[in-house]
């Protein structure tokens, strides 16, 4: 089927109470014989419900068997992204990523890299989504995600959302990811040092990295005035100092102080 992504990520920006009441349904005639609300032929409108979500998800839970969960996960094509920037059916898809079989997830995939694996990447709901595929899939199958990712690490790992789906990676992808994680960390070092969000990816890159690169990356550190300083200021930052501190021999210890 044609995919209907919307131009550009993300759609535009919807209240909770638009997106109920564009969805809002009358669910008298929906109870099964056992009282449970009926979801097929429903998904995608009970999705963007606060109530209407968790009966999708649980429906998700309670399937029969994959054939049943994929064909709920199914009401989802062509709504891929628009799910991924919604406060409610970002539950489902997560939902979905999570119980339905990998092969049947293809469409998923490919319809965030359709729109912008980046983009979704730094939505505050999006990167969730983002990374439940990362975690559960073949790394062949989200191949694509995480060439975009590694494509664009610095700016992603300064930003607040897609900086954890960077970790998330470096964490679940491939060896091949972590080393392009951490050639571009190291190629933006300083860049990355200076922006508090970027803290996990740093860390974890250095994790990679023997005692004597480690030691030239601070360096370099030392060479801007100022930022050992600001960097002291917040959190995430004054734990990159104190190892910078434990990593530098004697006399650029001091500098440093």
């Known amino acids: 089927p044609r995919l209907r992504v919307p131009t550009p990520f993300p759609p535009p920006a919807r209240s909770s109470a638009a997106w109920e009441s564009e969805s809002t349904v009358d669910t008298e ?6 009282g449970t609300i009926k979801v097929h032929g ?27 969960r994929i064909a ?3 009401e989802l094509r062509g709504h891929v992204v628009e799910a991924a920037a919604c406060p409610h059916a970002n539950h489902v898809l997560q939902k979905c990523i999570v119980t339905v079989p990998q092969q049947a997830l293809q469409f998923v995939v490919d319809e965030i890299a359709a729109a912008s694996v ?9 990167c969730r989504v983002v990374q439940r595929l990362v975690e559960r899939c ?3 199958q989200t191949r694509v995600i995480a060439d975009a990712i590694c494509a664009d690490v610095v700016a992603l790992s300064r930003h607040p959302y897609s900086t954890y789906v960077v970790s998330n990676l470096f964490e679940h992808g491939s060896l091949e990811d972590r080393l392009a994680i951490t050639r571009a ?3 933006g070092f300083v860049t990355l040092c200076a922006e508090p969000n970027s803290a996990a990816v740093v860390s974890a890159s250095l994790d990679a990295l023997g005692a004597d690169e480690q030691r030239t990356l601070f360096e370099l550190l030392l060479e801007k005035p100022g930022l050992i300083c600001s ?14 501190l434990d990593a530098l021999l004697e006399p650029q210890r001091r500098d440093a102080l």
Request: charged fraction near 30%; charge should be neutral; proline fraction near 2%.
């Open 29 to 34: 005639d929906q109870l099964d014989t056992f």
């Open 42 to 68: 429903r998904v995608w409108t009970f999705s963007r419900q606060a109530h209407g979500c968790r009966w999708v998800q649980r429906a998700l839970d309670n399937a029969a068997d994959d054939e049943e």
């Open 72 to 74: 709920l996960a199914e």
């Open 118 to 126: 980046s983009e979704v990447a730094k939505h505050k709901y999006g």
């Open 138 to 140: 073949p790394k062949e």
């Open 185 to 187: 960390v190291r190629g």
């Open 231 to 244: 960097m002291a200021c917040t959190k995430a930052g004054a734990a990159l100092v104190i190892r910078m």
